[in-house]
């Protein structure tokens, strides 16, 4: 019985071992081993496939940007030898090429307009001019860039004006161009030499109904007014001839140009001067030297499309941009734009494009430089010829031909996007019609010879305006309230504040940029003395009601619960907010004069939109608030609480704790927290499209609007044409909000680990 209990009690009291190599048991370590790996992979890949799509948009934006700074490209075709050409074809004047660089038009000092197709250079059409007997073609002028009209001087001190069309057929549905002359003020001559000298320069404009012709006979100037008017009830056409007397000149003249509103006539005569005569006053505006070098001529000069810039070439191979522009006093004088050089060889013939500020130009060792005005960029400078030649542009800009000696040299043109450069882009420009270099971004416009202003900085300057204001509201009360409700707020209000906060975040920005700009917008504008005196009573009113609290009776102040003051504060806030804008229109009639917007325009000479920085810096200052405030609250709330209860322990205040530990400990991710809210204040859209006016000025002026990057992208992409210059310069804006957004991350996550390792021993 002994024997049999103590062997009992001995497999009682050995322990019992669980088995953890049972096949179910097994079976779940394979299955959160797969798991394990597969959320490993998937981690993995997702993240790689998170870089690999930034680095695929970088380069995508980096592919279509790049062509914009590509040059221009020309092509040689085989040179044309046609038979009209071998004969006595007479000296040319003129050559020009149609729309669909299909047919050229070839006028000679014989008084005859030869078209022939462009491919073979066969002759198509020949007409003769109608001139009186005996009498000779002594020069030719054309209207400006992209007008058909064209003006022959002759050697009785007449002119002859005619226009060259090309009608498109489609016989048997195959295209057929036919080149035709017409002569829209008669086959009569004009009389506009009353002497009957011989004309050696002419020049003309059209400006509605009014033609103007200048022309020259040595040192004489001629200008003829002519005005067609048109009586309603019997249809009857009616012309009138004025004759405007000008000054007359002391030099040979070299070329005659008109402005297009008929303001201003440009003569160009001597070795290098310019007269300009005012046509409304009659006067002699100016007399201008058009080269620096004292040993230069002027030997070619041309009007850029719109007639408003003159280009003019010397004998040392510069070519230099004019325009009038205003000086401080008011008065109007020819500038010197800018300068390019092409060689040391003289210039023989400028000529513009048709659709962009662009032109081309011939010396006389046959090189040929194609430029663009507004970029200051030269494209290219080639060989093509081996002497100087008459040259034409086709209005596309995209063919070249050039008659030298007895054959005709075709060449192609590749030139994009030469209205780019980095000047262009970044630089102040002096535009035409401007008084002075400045930063401007006007895309398009209603006439075709506009001058494209494609300015990055004042939309890049927006852009960090906006984020500036915005940053200024959001970045101080973000923080103050993430401290605010991590440390010293008592947990159950804070798990009913915080929820709140962040649900801010969710709001869509178009409703906040909608009740910026219709309602905040006009309300501020209304209420501009209260709204300034809100953000002064603001803060002394919680001061005061701080002081006011601390100097209660301890009975009444623990009476409510440790963490839960702020909530005293929510009627002190209403009360004063109430407060200064109920007297608001009271303030505005003692210190403002009744209305202060008025008041900041006249006195103190500030320009004053309705949608301003103001507007933004409110409106999207609170959409950026519960970004910095999320971040930052989890931040300081994860501060150690060992650390905070050691610095109490210690003898340190709760300030001094809050300063000198918490604050510190936590900086990387309030660090993190402001550049995460810069970031989303950088590429804000609807707010700022909405609330900002969208005008793009470089002004730090409060009051004013402002167009950024990402608001500029949405509003023109839509109107943008695949594969122009706009639609790259809009890709361009995206590259560098890119760009700027990285560098930005790149720099706070440097400076953040910097903190991190700084304060990780606290």
């Known amino acids: 019985m002994n024997d049999l209990a103590n062997s009992t009690m001995t497999q009682n009291s050995s322990p019992v071992r669980i088995d953890f190599n049972t096949p179910e048991l097994q079976r779940k370590r394979r299955i959160r081993a797969l798991k394990d790996r597969l959320t490993r992979w998937y981690v993995l890949v997702g993240g790689l496939a998170v870089l690999a799509a930034i680095t695929l948009i970088f380069f995508y934006l980096a592919y279509v940007v790049v062509p914009l700074f590509q040059g221009a490209s020309l092509t040689s075709k085989p040179a044309l030898q046609p038979a009209w050409l071998q004969q006595d074809a007479g000296k040319p004047l003129m050559i020009a090429l149609e729309e669909q660089n299909l047919v050229g038009m070839r006028v000679s000092d014989k008084g005859q307009a030869l078209f022939f197709d462009t491919r073979s250079g066969a002759e198509l059409k020949r007409v003769d001019l109608p001139l009186p007997a005996g009498v000779q073609v002594t020069s030719i002028g054309a209207d400006q860039p992209g007008s058909p009209l064209v003006v022959l001087g002759l050697s009785n001190g007449q002119v002859l004006v005619f226009h060259h069309t090309y009608k498109i057929t489609y016989p048997d549905n195959k295209k057929t161009i036919t080149p035709a002359i017409d002569y829209p003020y008669g086959q009569e001559p004009i009389a506009l030499d009353e002497q009957g000298r011989a004309l050696e320069h002419v020049s003309l404009n059209v400006n509605g109904d009014t033609l103007l012709l200048t022309g020259s006979a040595g040192a004489h100037l001629q200008v003829l007014r002519l005005s067609r008017t048109e009586n309603m009830m019997t249809g009857e056409v009616s012309n009138e001839q004025e004759r405007i007397d000008l000054p007359q000149m002391t030099e040979p003249v070299k070329q005659i140009f008109v402005d297009p509103r008929q303001q201003w006539l440009y003569v160009i005569n001597g070795r290098a001067q310019a007269d300009v005569f005012s046509l409304r ?410 609330a900002t006016g969208n005008t793009p000025v470089m002004e730090l002026n409060l009051f004013e609007g402002m167009r950024t990057l990402a608001a500029n992208v949405a509003v023109e992409m839509p109107e943008s044409e695949v594969g122009g210059s706009h639609y790259r310069v809009l890709f361009l804006a995206a590259l560098v909000l890119l760009m700027f957004t990285f560098v930005m991350n790149t720099l706070a996550e440097l400076i953040r680990q910097r903190l991190r390792k700084k304060y990780s021993s606290l």
């Open 281 to 690: 006053e009659r006067s002699l505006n100016g007399r201008y030297k058009l080269a620096e070098d004292g040993n230069a001529e002027i030997t070619a000069s041309a009007q850029l499309v719109g007639g408003i810039s003159l280009i003019t070439g010397d004998s040392k191979g510069v070519l230099t941009q004019w325009f009038m522009a205003r000086d401080p006093d008011g008065e109007q004088h020819l500038k010197r734009i800018r300068d390019f050089r092409m060689g040391d060889s003289p210039i023989v013939q400028i000529d513009a494009e048709e659709r962009r500020k662009g032109f081309i130009a011939l010396d006389a060792s046959g090189k040929l430089g194609v430029f663009h005005s507004t970029a200051h960029r030269t494209l290219l400078i080639e060989q093509v010829v081996d002497g100087p030649g008459i040259l034409a542009l086709s209005p596309r800009a995209n063919r070249v031909f050039i008659e030298d000696g007895s054959k005709l040299q075709p060449l192609s043109l590749k030139n994009p996007h030469p209205e780019v450069s980095f000047s262009a882009l970044w630089g102040k420009v002096w535009y035409e019609n401007y008084d002075e270099p400045k930063y401007v971004w006007q895309s398009t416009a209603s006439n075709t010879d506009f001058e494209p202003k494609l300015s990055l900085s004042p939309l890049t300057f927006g852009t960090l305006k906006a984020a500036f204001y915005a940053m200024i509201l959001a970045a101080p009360l973000a923080i103050a309230a993430a401290i605010y409700t991590a440390y010293f707020m008592a947990p159950g209000m804070r798990r009913k504040v915080k929820p709140v906060i962040e649900l801010m975040e969710a709001m869509p920005t178009v409703i906040l940029g909608f009740f910026a700009g219709l309602f905040l917008a006009p309300y501020l504008e209304a209420h501009l003395p209260g709204v300034f005196s809100l953000m002064l009573l603001l803060p002394l009113g919680i001061l005061v009601a701080g002081f006011g609290w601390s100097r209660l009776p301890e009975s009444i102040r623990l009476r409510v619960p440790d963490g839960w003051e702020a909530a005293i504060l929510i009627p002190v806030i209403l009360f004063t907010g109430w407060f200064a804008l109920y007297m608001s229109p009271f303030m505005e009639t003692w210190f403002f004069g009744g209305d202060m917007r008025l008041w900041i325009t006249n006195d103190l000479g500030i320009t004053y939109d309705q949608r301003n920085a103001l507007v933004v810096g409110i409106a999207m200052g609170f959409a950026v608030i519960p970004n910095i405030y999320s971040i930052a609250e989890d931040a300081v709330f994860s501060v150690p609480r060992s650390l905070t209860l050691g610095s109490l322990a210690l003898g340190a205040t709760p300030w001094q704790t809050l300063t000198r530990v918490v604050i510190l400990t936590a900086s990387p991710g309030i660090f993190s927290a402001l550049m995460i809210g810069m970031g989303r204040a950088v590429g804000e859209t609807m707010i700022v499209l909405m």
